[in-house]
Structures are given as structure tokens and as C-alpha cells.
């Protein structure tokens, strides 16, 4: 079964702490991406990417970098924490692009609370 | 303002009742997804629809897409307390997708 896997479901952190969320794929799909869900607002993108070492910024990217390093792994850093940045984080993975989009693979998500 | 609306927001029906809930934009897109995330989880995708006026059934789950293909509405017959949870639509503007806030559904028994 196809899988995209986050490192952490639950994570509490201190305010001005450096976050790393870790997201590893096992499709060979080209595309990732990083999204925050919070209650009444959806999923907002953060930053995605279309190959190794290229990133793109989404809707939100104030706050956070990324870094893809390899295919199957797209890491979302948080600089330095804020409680503002308290959410539900889901990363996703797709093939092909436009009409050619067969959706998203979605992880569980990593709920962080930033105290 | 989002890209996509939903509604309603929220929904609350006893099991067997049917139901209909609505994604709405000023935007056209090439196709639009369905997706359905249950507590804990992330969205599972569940149909694309592709063609303007398009209608496509997953058991008793009915999607259509707008002729205009800037709208779309899934219908949901005899619902169950299986089908609870929040169904959220996303569409494609350009190379990422976009998601709509969802309609939180709940199936009392």
C-alpha cells in the first residue's frame, strides 16, 4: 500500500524553538507538499516542491523554509516557533500536474502545539 | 476570501436521510476533487471529476461538476454513520492545488 508517512503525530514545542517536520513518500512522485489546517480556514499551502531541491512558496510561506534533499523526503522547518504556528500540519504527494493530476496522498498529519 | 466555498459548513442528519453539500468558486477549473478526512487522519481522495456537467457515482455518493466547471455538488443517499467526517473539494488554479474550507458532516444513528 502506498504510503506518505510523517515522522511525528503529536509534537509540543517552546516558543523561538527550531521545528523539524519530517515527510517521506514511497511512490516516486514528483510532487510534494506542505499544508496547514486550521479550524473554519481549510488547508493552506505552505510550500511545495516539483523536484529535488526546488521549492516553491505557497499561500503562507512566512515562518517556515523547506528543504528536499532527496525524492522521497520534504522537510518543513519552522525558524523559530511561534504559538501562532500552533496547527494541524498535512503533508501530501502527487504525480503529473493540471489535467494530469490524479490527486493527492495525503499523510496522517502531525498536530503541533507551540507553547 | 477562499478560492473555493463550501456549504454548508456543517451538517448534522440521522442516519437514511440524504444530503447535498456544495463547492462554489468564481474561478474555472480543469477538474475538481472530492476528498474525506475522518478525525486523525488526512484527506483521502475520494473522485475527479474532469468535463463540465460530468457525473460520477462512488456507491451511494453521486458528484457532479458544473457545466461551467467552476461548481460542484456531492450527493449523498441513505447516509450512514460511515460517511462521517469532513468533506473538503480542491481544484487546481495552476500547478498546486486548492482546498475549500469543507463541510463537516455528521451521521447520528
Known amino acids: 500500500d502506498v504510503k506518505v508517512t510523517q515522522s511525528s503525530r503529536y509534537l509540543v514545542k517552546r516558543t523561538g524553538e527550531k521545528v523539524f517536520l519530517e515527510c517521506v513518500q514511497d511512490m516516486d512522485h514528483e510532487n510534494m507538499f506542505w499544508y496547514r489546517q486550521d479550524p473554519g480556514l481549510g488547508l493552506r499551502l505552505i510550500y511545495f516542491s516539483y523536484d529535488v531541491k526546488m521549492k516553491e512558496k505557497g499561500d503562507i510561506p512566512e515562518g517556515y523554509s523547506v528543504s528536499r534533499e532527496k525524492k522521497e523526503r520534504f522537510s518543513l522547518i519552522l525558524e523559530s516557533a511561534s504559538t501562532n504556528q500552533t496547527s494541524m500540519y498535512l503533508c501530501?504527494?502527487?504525480?503529473?500536474?493540471?489535467?494530469?493530476?490524479?490527486?493527492?496522498?495525503f499523510g496522517s498529519g502531525t498536530r503541533l502545539t507551540v507553547v | 476570501t477562499q478560492l473555493l466555498e463550501q456549504s454548508p459548513q456543517f451538517l448534522s442528519i440521522q442516519e437514511g436521510e440524504n444530503l447535498t453539500v456544495y463547492c462554489n468558486s468564481s474561478?474555472?477549473?480543469?477538474?475538481l476533487q472530492w476528498y474525506r478526512q475522518e478525525p486523525g487522519e488526512g484527506p483521502v481522495l475520494l473522485v475527479t471529476v474532469v468535463t463540465g456537467g460530468e457525473v460520477k457515482k462512488l456507491k451511494r455518493l453521486t458528484f457532479q461538476f458544473g457545466d461551467a466547471r467552476k461548481d460542484s455538488s456531492l450527493h449523498i443517499t441513505a447516509a450512514q454513520p460511515g460517511d462521517t467526517g469532513l468533506y473538503l473539494c480542491a481544484g487546481a488554479p495552476g500547478f498546486d492545488m486548492r482546498f475549500g474550507a469543507g463541510t463537516r458532516l455528521t451521521v447520528k444513528p
Open positions: 474561478s474555472v477549473f480543469s477538474s
Open positions: 501530501a504527494s502527487s504525480l503529473g500536474q493540471g489535467l494530469l493530476n490524479y490527486g493527492y496522498t
